[in-house]
């Protein structure tokens, strides 16, 4: 077996494109990953036209509220690009500069302070996108709304919070300030406390009785505002979300991230190697000569896994080590990630000698095993509720079958502590090559007809 | 090596009909007939790549080497790496000698380190012998080994087949080529439709049509007109 190991590490020697491919696959792979999860999205970049004078405020019964720093919330979330006109908006959105224009108007202030009048105005903002490109504009779009909204939100809350403090000075007085003084309010409570003091110097009769009422009406109105205050500011944001998670160990993005990018690595490795090593066999006539007495049939199917295994555990632990550049990892797992990689090798090679015998030319092996293994990939990446329940199932059976899911989850599992257990995806993956192992053993009896 | 009565079935069809032959020697044996006549299928049973469904092959175990039709090798291999991982597999105790021995049968030792794949035809060819005479075979059985070859490398390549059979090794080759199987075969097996008509040499053969009485004359026309009146004669 180790004299057809090195023939074939000789035949891949001699194919240097393959040997580029095989070793910059990987490292490409890894470099495009590590950059994807380091580095975060990109803010998309937005014109950014403020109309509104610098020192307008929004006011609350006459008095300016303090800033709800609008454009600091909107220019922390997308890369603000400064305009001085609409016209240079609208010209950058058209240049394809810029994704999307956003424009305060001048009197934006004078309009939300409106809502509180007996005449109120509605306030507006305009949103420019380049509708060339709908699914850009759409996100864009969505991207703007969703700050607008939030931005709504922080303004909101400013006056709740406004508001709750008025309410607080009616029911327990104080002062409060107007033109650069201040009135003194005395307070539900206050009044309350005077009003019942002043009843028993009344004599009985109806001057006290309706004195009695209105001491009732100040002590009930200050309890039941008490109550007001929070409510009001709970308007601001009724919902509240609370989160629990039910899903046990799901792994962190990053770790899911690094172990799609492993396991995919290893699989068409491995897949393609395997299928097509084996395949040029039969396309260089060898076969006959080979199991007329030289090896048995299974010793060079296992000849092929093996060199699958090794290609696959060497280019993915390199994957490994460049992706360490960018993200941690848990070195201490390392005998782990070997374990995972072997066994998640062993069945990827084994499918691909079931291609290689089943398809037996190398150019139809290549395209069988994409075809194969990246729809198969993709579907093993497709997450539970993203689909109808009928159709995940279909998945699920469907990825079952093939080595990438299990692989994945095993490297999952090694890659980091807590990301489910690695014995069952190591059991499926072993049960996968022996039956991957029989159908290529069965494929490579038409191997031999003459 | 004898073999009796070989019968092979694929599915409905009989490639062979109780085949039945023997080779001496230092015998050169043409395997001829028209396509489908069973001339592949009948090497490949002696050479142990198919199953025979009836009949036997009598010959020591190990005793045969097979040179397929196509040539059997790793073209992005050297002709010594060819050589090397072959005479590795048959488990000599010294492969490099062998190496050696093959390189200068097969006169090919100058371009040992080329690539199979940027060598000739013919030069594949030879190699693929020696690799099939690597097991240092008594019997060396030959699908079609001149096809596709130009006539200089043909020429090299039948003499170098020569010296094996003066050697002593029995030499049983398939062919489509006529003239060739009468200029360099000893004996002739003749297949049609999975049965043997014919054993004997050329002049045997000239002599059995010149007995049919039928067209005489074509007996002493070149041998591939006698060969083509001889099957016709028999209803093929």
Redesign the interface.
């Given at each position: 077996m180790r004299?057809?190991l090195l023939?074939d590490l000789?035949?891949l020697r001699?194919?240097p494109l393959q040997a580029v491919l095989l070793v910059l696959y990987p490292v490409l792979i890894a470099v495009l990953v590590g950059f994807a999860i380091s580095r975060g999205p990109e803010k998309p970049r937005v014109a950014f036209l403020n109309e509104v004078p610098s020192n307008a405020r929004i006011s609350l019964s006459g008095t300016k509220l303090p800033s709800a720093n609008v454009q600091r919330r909107i220019c922390d979330k997308v890369e603000c690009v400064p305009v001085h006109s609409r016209a240079e908006a609208v010209s950058k959105v058209e240049s394809g500069d810029v994704l999307a224009a956003l424009i305060l108007p001048e009197n934006l202030i004078n309009q939300i302070n409106s809502l509180s009048t007996l005449l109120p105005g509605t306030p507006k903002v305009e949103v420019i996108v380049n509708e060339s490109n709908p699914l850009k504009a759409s996100a864009t779009e969505d991207k703007i709304t969703a700050l607008l909204a939030q931005a709504n939100l922080a303004i909101a809350k400013r006056i709740a919070v406004e508001g709750s403090k008025y309410l607080n000075l009616v029911i327990k007085g104080g002062d409060l300030p107007v033109l650069g003084g201040g009135v003194h309010i005395l307070g539900l409570r206050a009044s309350a406390q005077i009003l019942e003091g002043l009843e028993p110097a009344l004599p009985k009769g109806p001057l006290r009785q309706a004195l009695g009422q209105v001491t009732a009406f100040a002590n009930e109105a200050g309890e039941n505002l008490d109550i007001a205050g929070p409510l009001i500011e709970r308007l601001a944001q009724p919902i509240q979300v609370h989160k629990v998670d039910v899903g046990g160990s799901s792994p962190p993005l990053e770790t899911f991230a690094i172990a799609a990018a492993a396991t995919l690595t290893l699989a068409f490795v491995t897949v393609l190697l395997v299928a097509g090593s084996l395949a040029l066999e039969r396309e260089?006539?060898?076969y006959?000569?080979?199991v007329?007495?030289?090896?048995s049939p299974e010793a060079l199917l296992g000849e092929k896994v093996l060199l699958g295994v090794i290609t696959g555990l060497v280019v993915t632990v390199l994957m490994l080590a460049g992706l360490a550049i960018f993200v941690p990892l848990e070195w201490s797992r390392f005998a782990l990630w070997i374990a995972a990689i072997l066994v998640g090798g062993g069945a990827s090679g084994a499918a691909g000698a079931a291609l290689g015998a089943a398809a037996r030319e190398v150019r139809a092996v290549s395209l069988l095993a994409f075809m194969v293994t990246l729809p198969v990939a993709f579907l093993s990446l497709v997450p539970a509720g993203t689909v109808g329940h009928g159709l995940f199932d279909v998945i699920k059976v469907i990825t079952a079958l093939f080595p990438f899911k299990p692989a994945l989850e095993a490297i999952t599992a090694a890659l980091e502590s807590g990301n489910g257990t690695l014995g069952g995806p190591l059991l499926h993956l072993a049960i996968l090559i022996l039956a991957y192992g029989l159908i290529a053993r069965l494929a490579l009896r038409r191997f031999?007809r003459? | 090596m004898q073999a009796r009565g070989l019968v092979k079935r694929f599915g409905d069809r009989e490639a062979l009909k109780g085949v039945s032959f023997e080779a001496a020697p230092g015998e050169l044996v043409a395997v001829i007939g028209p396509n489908g006549a069973g001339k592949t299928t009948l090497l490949s049973i002696l050479a142990g790549i198919l199953k025979a469904d009836g009949g036997d092959v009598d010959v020591a175990e190990g005793a045969v080497g097979w040179v397929p039709q196509q040539a059997a090798l790793y073209r992005r291999l050297t002709v010594e790496e060819n050589l090397l991982l072959f005479a590795r597999l048959e488990k000599h105790p010294d492969p490099h000698a062998s190496v050696e021995e093959m390189l200068e049968l097969s006169g090919l030792g100058e371009r040992r380190g080329e690539v199979v794949a940027r060598l000739s035809g013919g030069n594949q060819q030879r190699i693929n012998i020696a690799i099939g005479l690597l097991s240092r075979p008594s019997v060396l059985l030959l699908d079609e080994p001149s096809v596709g070859l130009d006539p200089r490398q043909r020429a090299r390549l039948w003499k170098f087949v020569s010296g094996l059979a003066v050697r002593g090794t029995t030499v049983i080759f398939s062919t489509h080529d006529i003239q060739e199987a009468e200029r360099y075969g000893r004996r002739m097996l003749v297949l049609a439709d999975g049965e043997a008509l014919f054993d004997g040499s050329a002049d045997e053969l000239r002599e059995a049509v010149r007995e049919d009485a039928v067209d005489p004359a074509a007996a002493d026309r070149d041998f591939e007109t006698a060969f083509v009146t001889y099957l016709q004669h028999r209803g093929h």
């Open positions: 004299w057809l023939k000789q035949i001699r194919s260089e006539n060898a006959p000569r080979l007329r007495g030289l090896v031999a003459v | -």
